[in-house]
Protein backbone atom coordinates (compact mmCIF):
# COMPACT_ATOMS: atom_id res chain seq x y z
CA UNK A 1 0.00 0.00 0.00
CA UNK A 2 1.72 3.31 -1.36
CA UNK A 3 1.50 6.33 1.38
CA UNK A 4 -0.46 9.37 -0.50
CA UNK A 5 2.49 11.90 -0.72
CA UNK A 6 1.66 16.02 -0.23
CA UNK A 7 4.07 18.61 -2.08
CA UNK A 8 6.03 20.93 0.20
CA UNK A 9 4.77 24.30 0.36
CA UNK A 10 7.62 25.65 -1.67
CA UNK A 11 6.36 22.61 -4.30
CA UNK A 12 2.66 23.71 -3.95
CA UNK A 13 3.66 27.65 -4.60
CA UNK A 14 5.72 26.66 -7.64
CA UNK A 15 4.91 23.45 -8.99
CA UNK A 16 7.49 23.73 -11.59
CA UNK A 17 10.38 23.89 -9.87
CA UNK A 18 13.76 23.99 -11.08
CA UNK A 19 17.16 23.86 -10.20
CA UNK A 20 17.82 27.40 -9.88
CA UNK A 21 14.59 27.51 -7.83
CA UNK A 22 15.70 24.60 -5.45
CA UNK A 23 19.40 26.12 -4.98
CA UNK A 24 17.85 29.67 -4.46
CA UNK A 25 15.15 27.77 -1.89
CA UNK A 26 18.08 25.95 -0.15
CA UNK A 27 20.58 29.06 -0.12
CA UNK A 28 17.45 31.47 1.27
CA UNK A 29 16.72 28.67 3.80
CA UNK A 30 20.34 28.45 5.27
CA UNK A 31 20.16 32.11 5.69
CA UNK A 32 16.60 31.70 8.05
CA UNK A 33 18.74 29.42 9.65
CA UNK A 34 21.69 31.39 10.20
CA UNK A 35 19.02 34.28 11.18
CA UNK A 36 17.49 31.94 13.98
CA UNK A 37 21.08 31.20 15.47
CA UNK A 38 21.86 35.34 15.61
CA UNK A 39 19.07 34.91 18.84
CA UNK A 40 21.39 33.51 20.72
CA UNK A 41 21.44 33.54 25.12
CA UNK A 42 24.55 32.40 26.39
CA UNK A 43 23.70 30.37 29.65
CA UNK A 44 26.70 30.48 32.11
CA UNK A 45 26.18 26.88 33.82
CA UNK A 46 26.00 24.85 29.99
CA UNK A 47 27.71 25.08 26.71
CA UNK A 48 24.16 24.86 25.58
CA UNK A 49 22.79 28.43 24.66
CA UNK A 50 18.98 29.07 24.10
CA UNK A 51 18.56 30.02 20.11
CA UNK A 52 16.15 30.46 17.32
CA UNK A 53 17.78 27.90 15.49
CA UNK A 54 15.18 25.20 16.47
CA UNK A 55 12.11 27.55 15.02
CA UNK A 56 14.44 27.57 11.73
CA UNK A 57 14.56 24.02 11.47
CA UNK A 58 11.18 23.33 11.89
CA UNK A 59 9.99 25.73 9.84
CA UNK A 60 12.49 24.90 7.09
CA UNK A 61 11.06 21.17 7.33
CA UNK A 62 7.51 22.38 6.68
CA UNK A 63 8.38 25.04 3.65
CA UNK A 64 11.14 22.80 1.90
CA UNK A 65 10.16 19.64 2.35
CA UNK A 66 12.58 16.20 2.86
CA UNK A 67 14.75 17.15 0.38
CA UNK A 68 15.75 20.69 0.38
CA UNK A 69 15.73 21.21 4.36
CA UNK A 70 18.43 19.18 5.11
CA UNK A 71 20.24 20.78 2.20
CA UNK A 72 20.01 23.82 3.26
CA UNK A 73 21.03 22.86 7.14
CA UNK A 74 24.41 21.39 5.79
CA UNK A 75 24.74 24.58 4.15
CA UNK A 76 24.42 26.49 7.25
CA UNK A 77 26.94 23.61 8.53
CA UNK A 78 29.38 24.35 5.70
CA UNK A 79 29.66 27.98 5.97
CA UNK A 80 30.31 27.35 10.37
CA UNK A 81 32.81 24.85 8.92
CA UNK A 82 34.60 27.03 6.69
CA UNK A 83 34.96 29.61 9.30
CA UNK A 84 31.86 32.13 9.19
CA UNK A 85 30.37 33.19 12.44
CA UNK A 86 27.39 31.49 11.56
CA UNK A 87 26.58 29.55 14.48
CA UNK A 88 24.98 30.46 17.72
CA UNK A 89 27.11 33.27 19.77
CA UNK A 90 28.87 34.26 16.81
CA UNK A 91 31.15 31.09 16.46
CA UNK A 92 32.16 29.32 13.51
CA UNK A 93 34.88 26.71 12.59
CA UNK A 94 35.13 22.87 12.79
CA UNK A 95 35.68 23.14 16.89
CA UNK A 96 32.26 24.25 16.82
CA UNK A 97 30.96 21.25 15.02
CA UNK A 98 32.96 18.41 16.93
CA UNK A 99 32.20 20.55 20.15
CA UNK A 100 29.64 19.84 22.99
CA UNK A 101 27.04 21.49 20.65
CA UNK A 102 27.71 19.39 17.35
CA UNK A 103 25.22 16.97 18.23
CA UNK A 104 22.44 19.93 18.09
CA UNK A 105 23.63 20.73 14.90
CA UNK A 106 23.60 16.92 13.62
CA UNK A 107 19.87 16.93 14.75
CA UNK A 108 19.11 19.95 12.86
CA UNK A 109 19.99 18.06 9.46
CA UNK A 110 17.83 14.62 10.43
CA UNK A 111 15.00 16.61 12.08
CA UNK A 112 15.11 19.01 9.13
CA UNK A 113 14.21 15.61 6.86
CA UNK A 114 12.11 14.16 8.86
CA UNK A 115 9.94 16.97 9.44
CA UNK A 116 10.08 17.54 5.81
CA UNK A 117 9.01 13.76 5.59
CA UNK A 118 6.17 14.08 7.65
CA UNK A 119 5.07 17.32 5.88
CA UNK A 120 5.14 15.48 2.57
CA UNK A 121 2.28 13.13 4.34
CA UNK A 122 0.32 16.14 4.97
CA UNK A 123 0.92 16.42 8.79
CA UNK A 124 1.21 20.24 8.45
CA UNK A 125 -2.29 20.82 6.91
CA UNK A 126 -3.84 21.24 10.40
CA UNK A 127 -2.43 22.70 13.77
CA UNK A 128 -3.22 19.74 15.58
CA UNK A 129 -0.88 17.64 12.76
CA UNK A 130 1.47 20.06 12.57
CA UNK A 131 1.77 20.52 16.44
CA UNK A 132 2.85 16.36 17.14
CA UNK A 133 5.11 16.86 14.29
CA UNK A 134 6.71 19.81 15.25
CA UNK A 135 6.94 18.30 18.86
CA UNK A 136 8.54 15.07 17.57
CA UNK A 137 11.15 17.31 15.43
CA UNK A 138 12.12 18.89 18.64
CA UNK A 139 12.16 15.18 20.86
CA UNK A 140 14.72 13.97 17.28
CA UNK A 141 17.01 17.34 17.90
CA UNK A 142 17.12 16.75 21.69
CA UNK A 143 17.93 12.99 21.77
CA UNK A 144 20.69 13.36 18.90
CA UNK A 145 21.82 16.33 20.87
CA UNK A 146 22.33 15.14 24.36
CA UNK A 147 23.65 11.90 23.73
CA UNK A 148 26.80 13.83 21.57
CA UNK A 149 27.09 16.49 24.62
CA UNK A 150 26.94 13.45 27.52
CA UNK A 151 31.17 13.29 27.24
CA UNK A 152 32.02 17.04 27.87
CA UNK A 153 29.60 17.09 30.99
CA UNK A 154 28.56 13.38 32.07
CA UNK A 155 25.38 11.78 31.73
CA UNK A 156 24.87 13.08 35.83
CA UNK A 157 24.74 16.60 34.18
CA UNK A 158 23.15 15.43 30.63
CA UNK A 159 19.53 17.17 31.98
CA UNK A 160 20.59 19.94 33.79
CA UNK A 161 23.11 21.34 31.39
CA UNK A 162 21.25 20.27 27.49
CA UNK A 163 17.38 19.99 28.33
CA UNK A 164 15.75 20.96 31.53
CA UNK A 165 16.93 24.93 30.70
CA UNK A 166 15.61 25.05 26.82
CA UNK A 167 11.71 23.05 28.02
CA UNK A 168 10.26 26.60 28.62
CA UNK A 169 11.52 27.84 24.90
CA UNK A 170 11.56 24.36 23.29
CA UNK A 171 7.28 24.62 23.98
CA UNK A 172 7.06 28.20 22.91
CA UNK A 173 8.59 27.25 19.61
CA UNK A 174 7.36 24.28 18.92
CA UNK A 175 3.48 26.20 19.39
CA UNK A 176 5.32 28.62 17.46
CA UNK A 177 6.70 26.48 14.36
CA UNK A 178 3.42 24.56 14.14
CA UNK A 179 1.36 27.56 13.86
CA UNK A 180 3.32 29.15 11.05
CA UNK A 181 3.32 26.47 9.53
CA UNK A 182 -0.80 25.74 9.58
CA UNK A 183 -1.41 29.22 8.54
CA UNK A 184 1.09 29.82 6.04
CA UNK A 185 -0.82 26.45 4.55
CA UNK A 186 -4.41 28.69 4.74
CA UNK A 187 -2.52 31.72 3.43
CA UNK A 188 -1.19 29.57 0.26
CA UNK A 189 -4.83 27.77 -0.13
CA UNK A 190 -6.53 31.01 -0.34
CA UNK A 191 -4.06 32.83 -2.69
CA UNK A 192 -4.48 29.38 -5.30
CA UNK A 193 -8.17 29.81 -5.19
Not at 86 to 105: K, P, S
Not at 128 to 154: D, E, N, Q, R, Y
Request: with cysteine.
Amino acid sequence: MKTKTFPSMLDFSIPESRLITDALAVFLGSLFLVLGAKVSIPLPFTPVPITGQTFSVLVLGSVLGKKRAPLAVLSYVFYGILGFPVFADHHGGIHTLIGATGGYLLGFVLASWFIGYLCERGWDRSYIKSLFAMTLGHLLIFAIGLLWLVPFVGIQNILVMGFYPFVLGTIVKTFLAASTSSVAWLGLKKLKE
